[in-house]
């Protein structure tokens, strides 16, 4: 492991290897599978610099391909991309890994299952994610992650405008989000979708937008309106999505 940050301290705890430090390290040991846990600014500096006769160098990146590796792959090193989608806030444990997906990619078919196998003995399972794929990828995660926490940001504000303090509204969230993880896991989509949106409810939609301020309001209308796109697939009647899609597009105009 290239690399003393949270994940690459995690995953080398998990995999039991050894570390150098991604400031410094100019060689690893004969035949390594050299897996580099900095930065991705600094992923190309770092390649500049290694060298490892027989290895093959790994960079740990969701939003960049193989192309941050170039200048290991013009001296002839496989090189690959490994991607855990979990968050590291702080140095996790193995378990962070356990049913944790991987985005993998590499220079080389034998590498690429070499890197299936890594995944699977975290605990985890993987796809490849090629290059061209790797920004949409990473938005994709993006959204699904850090910006879940910013939404809930806006959420907080609001249940503070409702008279909880900050505390009290992480509090009352917390197990809110972990029941509706837990539906997405067993209703998958559209099936975990509840509330107004979901039974057609215009009139508490238009009090909802009476009630929050302005930057919760133009989420919730952007939110709402992919809402109502899971409604229809799960089955709401057209009479009820069109009903929506005015009360909608009456408060986007407003």
């Known amino acids: 492991m290239i690399g003393r940050g949270r994940l690459g301290l995690s995953l080398s705890a998990a995999l039991g290897c050894s570390v150098l430090e991604g400031r410094t390290a100019r060689s690893v040991p004969q035949g390594s599978l050299c897996l580099i846990a900095v930065p991705d600014q600094h992923v190309r500096e770092v390649a500049q610099r290694l060298h490892g006769e027989n290895s093959v160098f790994v960079h740990l990146s969701g939003a960049y391909g193989l192309e941050l590796l170039q200048p290991l792959a013009q001296r002839g090193h496989p090189v690959g991309a490994l991607h855990?989608?979990?968050?590291?806030?702080?140095?996790r444990g193995a378990e962070a890994f356990a049913g944790t997906f991987f985005a993998i990619d590499a220079s080389t078919e034998a590498l690429c299952e070499t890197l299936a196998r890594l995944a699977q003995k975290l605990g985890g399972?993987?796809?490849?994610?090629?290059?061209?794929?790797?920004?949409?990828?990473?938005?994709?995660?993006?959204?699904?992650?850090?910006?879940?926490?910013?939404?809930?940001s806006i959420a907080m504000r609001q249940f503070e405008r409702a008279g909880?303090?900050?505390?009290?509204?992480?509090?009352?969230?917390?197990?809110?989000?972990?029941?509706?993880?837990g539906n997405l896991r067993t209703q998958r989509l559209p099936g975990a979708l509840i509330g107004p949106i979901r039974r057609g409810d215009s009139?508490?939609?238009?009090?909802?937008?009476?009630?929050?301020?302005?930057?919760a309001r133009a989420v919730y209308l952007q939110l709402s309106a992919e809402?109502?796109?899971?409604?229809?697939?799960?089955?709401?009647?057209?009479?009820?999505?069109?009903e929506l899609t005015r009360t909608l597009a009456a408060a986007a105009d407003d």
């Open 84 to 91: 855990p989608l979990q968050s590291f806030p702080t140095v």
């Open 125 to 152: 399972w993987s796809a490849r994610v090629r290059a061209a794929q790797r920004p949409t990828y990473h938005a994709a995660a993006t959204i699904a992650g850090p910006l879940v926490v910013a939404l809930l």
């Open 164 to 181: 909880l303090n900050g505390e009290q509204a992480l509090n009352a969230v917390l197990p809110y989000l972990a029941g509706t993880a």
């Open 203 to 215: 009139e508490t939609v238009r009090r909802h937008l009476r009630a929050i301020d302005p930057p």
């Open 227 to 242: 809402a109502l796109l899971l409604a229809r697939r799960a089955g709401l009647d057209e009479r009820a999505i069109a």
